[in-house]
């Protein structure tokens, strides 16, 4: 994952980055959210037919607001919600993140998530981030 | 037990959003449910090599997917190549042009405050 826009660069309410996967693997693991204070969208990016990915938006899994198939230059947003995503075998999930904080400056902050209960054993995985 | 959409008005996914030259904005409050983020892609090259706007009451964030761009803001100059980001302050005047080809994602929201414009290169921010 790569953070070009973040508690680097003074803003207001905007931060963005983009992560690559593994071919096969999943990213945004484990599942987190953090709708109270930031919204989010995905843009892929890189992934040449016949290359897909398969992206989650879920508060409850068993009633998930979205689960699709995601292609080049398409786009998903989280309003709220977990959000992971999967490349499918021998192909990556590229994608640009971007949030908008919800209270200018204040909310701006990045790794402050909720994570999927259940998938929290380990932390978030951004714990190193929030040192920056 | 089943797994099934849950039954909602908000559309999610929005296809395709790179078939256009130009700046195109896909995702933006009035069309989605974000409340302040707008999305929108700037596709340049030899046949459409130049776009000019007004950042107006939004701050932006440009990031360079490929290709190469000089981007005219505030009274500077700067040449941006690939995974290069800039930030550009609220109510700026921004010219955009390629020699070749460029493509960028751009990301906005409306803010109070004015912040400077500032550069990320992509070969210090690498980790």
């Given at each position: 994952m790569n953070i070009t826009l973040g508690k680097n660069v003074e803003a207001g309410r905007i931060l963005a980055g983009f992560t690559t996967s593994e071919p096969g693997h999943w990213t945004s693991w484990p599942p987190h959210e953090h709708a109270s204070i930031l919204e989010e969208l995905y843009v892929y990016y890189d992934m040449p037919a016949p290359s897909f990915g398969v992206q989650f938006v879920?508060?409850?899994?068993d009633e998930p607001e979205f689960i699709g198939i995601v292609r080049d230059g398409d786009a998903v947003i989280m309003p709220k919600g977990f959000?992971?995503?999967?490349s499918v075998p021998g192909h990556p999930i590229n994608f640009v993140w971007m949030m908008a904080a919800h209270r200018e400056v204040e909310d701006r902050q990045?790794?402050?998530v909720t994570v999927q209960p259940g998938f929290d054993q380990a932390g978030s995985g951004l714990e190193a981030s929030l040192k920056k | 037990?089943?797994?099934q959409m849950k039954e909602t008005q908000d559309q999610l996914i929005f296809r395709g959003t790179n078939q256009r030259k130009g700046r195109h904005a896909s995702i933006t409050p009035e069309n989605s449910s974000m409340r302040h983020l707008v999305y929108a892609r700037v596709i340049l090259d030899a046949e459409v090599p130049r776009v000019t706007f007004s950042t107006?009451?939004?701050?932006?964030?440009?990031?360079?997917?490929?290709?190469e761009c000089t981007i005219k803001a505030d009274g500077q100059t700067?040449?941006?190549?690939q995974y290069d980001s800039i930030y550009l302050p609220r109510d700026t005047?921004?010219?955009?042009?390629?020699?070749?080809?460029?493509?960028l994602v751009?990301?906005?929201?409306?803010?109070?405050?004015?912040?400077?414009?500032?550069?990320?290169?992509?070969?210090i921010r690498a980790q």
């Open positions: 879920y508060t409850n899994p959000h992971p995503n999967v990045f790794g402050v | 037990m089943s797994t107006g009451g939004l701050e932006s964030g440009l990031i360079c997917l490929s290709g700067h040449t941006i190549g005047q921004v010219e955009i042009a390629t020699e070749e080809s460029v493509d751009e990301c906005s929201a409306e803010v109070e405050k004015k912040y400077p414009l500032q550069i990320v290169r992509y070969r």
